[in-house]
């Protein structure tokens, strides 16, 4: 038998909604999902959550835990204070469809506006070779669970709805960044999309998104910055601009 705690968890729908209270058993060991199954399992049979794996893989238990974007799966009920109340909202930056659950289509669409990898021509598939170099730098990228919470913490987006018709997002930055750096992907325009198209030039490097990430992506340094970096150079610098004229790179 465990301990009783406090847990508080947010109900509602697109319409309205209020914070409530549950007293509620937390045994050892246990994570946030745990308590939220436990409490659709006991005294709240209607809440709605999303989750697949349990195993902090698959990306679906994105939520707010005490305003801090996490996954309920990788967050232990012993991170907090036994007297403390543990309170769980939905992803603020998307819509709420019902209680923990909010719809995160804008992602998708974000992720269809970004062209797929290009292979050169007359190679097929099975042909292509790389060095490993450049199979481990993007590596990093593709570790990727689309949990979406770097989406949910970026300030450009979180308050401000009328700016995501024109910016993709650090989920999507680093996906431009990959194949930017691909060296078989044969699509010159990347750094131009991504000013021009993806936003990019909205960041202001403040990091939110690298801290939130639950697979220590280096969102920031190592695929933001680098992509602005070479945006500016490829824009401003008259050789770099000439030799993509020549060369369409
Ligand atoms: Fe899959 Fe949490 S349930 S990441």
Request: proline share 6%; charged share 30%.
């Amino acid at each position: 038998m465990g301990e009783k705690r406090n847990f508080r968890v947010w109900r509602g729908d697109d319409s309205s909604g209020q914070l409530q209270d549950f007293q509620v058993e937390v045994n050892e060991g246990e994570v946030v999902l745990d308590i939220i199954h436990r409490l659709q399992a006991t005294q709240a049979p209607d809440l709605a959550v999303r989750w697949n794996c349990k195993a902090g893989k698959c990306g679906s238990c994105s939520m707010e835990i005490n305003g801090k974007p996490r996954l309920g799966c990788m967050t232990r009920m012993s991170t907090f204070e036994p007297t403390e109340t543990v309170t769980v909202t939905p992803l603020r930056t998307f819509p709420v469809i019902r209680d923990l659950v909010t719809d995160v289509s804008f992602n998708y669409q974000k992720a269809r506006e970004l062209p797929a990898f290009a292979p050169p021509a007359g190679v097929a598939p099975g042909e292509y070779r790389m060095q490993q170099v450049d199979v481990e730098r993007s590596q990093e990228f593709r570790k990727c669970i689309e949990c979406f919470l770097c989406q949910n913490v970026c300030h450009v987006i979180r308050d401000h709805e009328e700016n995501k018709p024109a910016f993709a997002g650090p989920r999507f930055f680093i996906r431009a960044a990959e194949l930017d750096m691909h060296p078989l992907d044969a699509r010159t325009d990347r750094k131009d999309m991504a000013v021009e198209e993806q936003g990019i030039g909205y960041c202001n490097i403040t990091k939110c998104c690298t801290e939130v990430c639950p697979e220590h992506i280096k969102i920031t340094d190592n695929a933001i910055i680098p992509m602005k970096e070479r945006a500016v150079d490829r824009r401003y610098d008259p050789i770099a601009w000439l030799g993509s004229k020549i060369f369409r790179r």
